[in-house]
């Protein structure tokens, strides 16, 4: 009996360190010393502001071209995918050059804004280049082609998902909601 009233009081005493580092845990990520902010977060608003304002004008002006169900061959359709891929490089260089005027220190826990913004645009290159890859793909295509190779590909250069979510995601946590994959593929 002796050594089960040893282990009763040790499993007591486990417990009672867990429930009290539990407590004590969520008291300190309530107080003002327990970091709060994303650190893929920008310092920069006003950036933030600009590149959601600049996506939407680009956004306005992939949708308005024509759908692929609206595209008499899969060369036009390559034609249309092309238009907007030419918006999106487009986007891309304006967002980069503005980006390369942003600091290069940062007032929370991560990287600063500019290396923030060039990973990001990093993402949106590969994004544009797999755009080009299904042009070129659309524009091979004939009616004996099979749908499986007509289908739009993302390279997968991230384990466990797509670059096009780390895309967004980034785009959705710094309010530019404007600034994620057009819709248009």
């Not at 417990?15 to 310092?43: C, K, Q």
Request: hydrophobic share 40%; proline share 4%.
């Amino acid at each position: 009996m002796a050594n089960y009233s040893h282990l009763a009081k040790a499993g007591r005493f486990l417990a009672a360190i867990f429930i009290g580092g539990s407590f004590v845990f969520w008291v300190w990520a309530f107080t003002p010393w327990a970091r709060y902010e994303n650190p893929a977060r920008l310092d920069d608003h006003a950036f933030a502001v600009w590149a959601n304002e600049l996506c939407i004008q680009t956004h306005s002006v992939i949708n308005a071209l024509p759908s692929p169900r609206q595209a008499d061959s899969f060369k036009q359709r390559a034609t249309h995918i092309s238009q907007g891929s030419n918006e999106i490089d487009s986007l891309i260089t304006n967002l980069r050059a503005k980006a390369n005027n942003l600091s290069t220190t940062t007032s929370g826990d991560g990287p600063a804004d500019v290396e923030l913004i060039n990973s990001w645009l990093s993402d949106w290159d590969v994004y544009l280049s797999d755009r080009r890859a299904h042009e070129a793909k659309l524009r091979t295509a004939d009616s004996n082609t099979p749908d499986r190779e007509l289908w739009f590909l993302m390279s997968d250069i991230m384990p466990g998902g797509v670059y096009s979510e780390r895309m967004n995601g980034f785009a959705r946590l710094n309010n530019m909601d404007a600034c994620q994959t057009p819709g248009d593929l």
